[in-house]
């Protein structure tokens, strides 16, 4: 179904138009992740420095603040890929102000006739504005009808704050775009919906976040101790324009839940925190809107696509989809439909990653995070959920893992060496909450095997006993 929309929509574009962009597509297909992200006192870190240049692995304790580090990079491409968005909110938002003013302003004093009203309220509304796309006819329109239509008492100053109030909206329209206002606003937005403002380590007076790509700085970001954001740079375009947070597949329990939850995002000035709507955080609303809606994508690869289902399928027996009727998740065994509710966790994770793929959300301008995403498996399906990691980052997809099981380390290494990524491939340690730029497993192995020493001691002393 989703082949033949696209087939569709192909035959009624521009086919030189699609050939270049598809040929830009080719051009970068294979061509490897190669971007470095620098965190300083920012949350559980005191300092980390993360490859990303392909599949990331970061291995570590609890509490060492691995997830920090996929929370940020998913606040950062977010914010990025939103800011012009942000900008226009924010001067819909002013004009918007400006317009019901000279609204009421016109209502109360101007004593338009009433069949007028109608001409003037509509013309003084967001939408008109946002229909015309020359700025100045418009302005001009506002001046004409307003002369024509009101009649304002002598000796009033209604006339002239009517002016004072059109030459507002003037300035306003023709206001420039402020790029690193609007990042840093984008940032602040995105930052409080994850991390309820507080993303400066605690008592700490300052943090930094830097991204690079290879040795150019694309985004150089201070925190001071007020939780400002700050931009140190004329930031750089991105090559990711999209990241997926997973943290646990439990999510598929909830649509009733969040399919009416807002998130910091929606909170604005025009729109307040609403009572009794629910609040969560940015990366899990996203991944809920994800998991039901289609993004269309020309960077699919139909082989990579088809392989991959296939073997979740394999893995679990069966797919599972959003049924729109029902408005919620069903698992989808032979001919038996499983409520949601009633299926296992271990079949939701490698669902959650079918549902990205059939969605369109899985592809390589798009970094997918997993935050220890062994927790709802067994070892045995921890090493298939590590086999489909690896085949992702094959196929040149971008993956960040984060992971304290010596089983999925293990998995994700040897499947790395299989499949030929281990050029693209890093492991890197979370320890005192500090992360160092080298792969060093013989160390990940020490500090996550330690619970089977315990067990060879307890053996040992048990021996020994007898």
């Known amino acids: 179904m989703v082949r033949q929309i696209v087939s569709l929509w192909f035959e009624s574009c521009d086919f030189e138009l699609i ?3 598809l040929d830009t597509i080719l051009k970068n297909k294979g061509k490897q992740l190669n971007m470095r992200l620098e965190l300083e006192n920012i949350g559980m870190l005191k300092k980390a420095d993360v490859s990303l240049n392909g599949l990331t692995v970061i291995a570590g304790e609890n509490d060492t603040g691995k997830s920090t580090v996929g929370k940020i990079l998913f606040c950062i491409i977010k914010a990025i890929s939103r800011y012009k968005e942000d900008f226009q909110e924010s001067k819909e938002y002013k004009i ?10 016109i209502r109360k004093h101007g004593n338009i ?7 003037l309220d509509n013309l003084l509304s967001l939408d008109y504005y946002n229909s015309r796309k020359n700025s100045k006819q418009y302005i001009d329109a506002i001046h004409k009808n307003i002369e024509q239509y009101t009649k304002f008492s002598n000796n009033t100053t209604e006339p002239s704050l009517v002016n004072i109030l059109i030459h507002k909206l003037e ?35 300052a943090g930094y976040i830097k991204l690079y790509e290879n040795d150019l700085l694309l985004l150089d970001v201070k925190i001071d101790n007020n939780n400002n954001v700050l931009l140190q740079n004329d930031a750089e375009p991105i090559e990711l324009n999209e990241a997926t947070f997973i943290e646990t597949p ?7 839940l969040l399919i009416r939850s807002q998130t910091g995002l929606d909170i604005t000035k025009r729109r307040s925190r609403i009572l009794g709507v629910p609040y969560t955080t940015l990366h899990t609303k996203d991944l809920f809107d994800k998991l039901k809606l289609y993004n269309f994508s020309f960077d699919f690869d139909e082989l990579f696509e088809s392989d991959i289902i296939h073997d979740i399928s394999n893995i679990i027996g069966g797919e599972i989809i959003y049924d729109v009727e029902e408005k919620d998740f069903v698992y989808i065994k032979s001919d038996h439909r499983v409520p949601i509710k ?6 939701k994770s490698f669902g959650l990653i079918q549902l990205l793929i059939d969605n369109g959300f899985v592809n390589r301008t798009s970094i997918v995070i997993l935050d220890e995403p062994e927790i709802h498996l067994h070892p045995k399906w921890q090493v298939e959920y590590a086999k489909i ?25 040897r499947y790395s060496d299989k499949y030929d990524i281990e050029h693209k491939t890093s ?29 060879r001691q307890m053996d040992a002393k048990e021996l020994a006993d007898d």
């Open 389 to 413: 990691i690896s085949i992702l980052a094959k196929y040149d997809i971008p993956i960040l893992v984060t992971s304290h099981s010596p089983y999925m380390i293990e998995a994700l290494k």
């Open 250 to 256: 439990l999510i598929l329990n909830s649509h009733d």
């Open 19 to 21: 050939k270049v962009f």
């Open 96 to 105: 918007n102000n400006i317009l019901e003013r000279l609204f009421f302003l």
């Open 342 to 347: 009633n299926t296992a966790s271990g079949i």
């Open 171 to 205: 300035d306003i329209i023709s206001q420039p775009e402020n790029k690193q206002k609007s990042i840093e606003n984008a940032l602040t937005k995105v930052f409080r919906s994850e991390f309820d403002a507080n993303i400066l380590s605690h008592h700490k007076k």
């Open 427 to 455: 492991f890197q340690l979370a320890v005192g909450n500090t992360i160092e730029n080298k792969t060093n497993l013989t160390e990940i192995f020490k500090i996550l095997s330690e619970p089977f020493e315990t067990f």
């Open 113 to 119: 006739e009433e069949h007028n009203m109608d001409t």
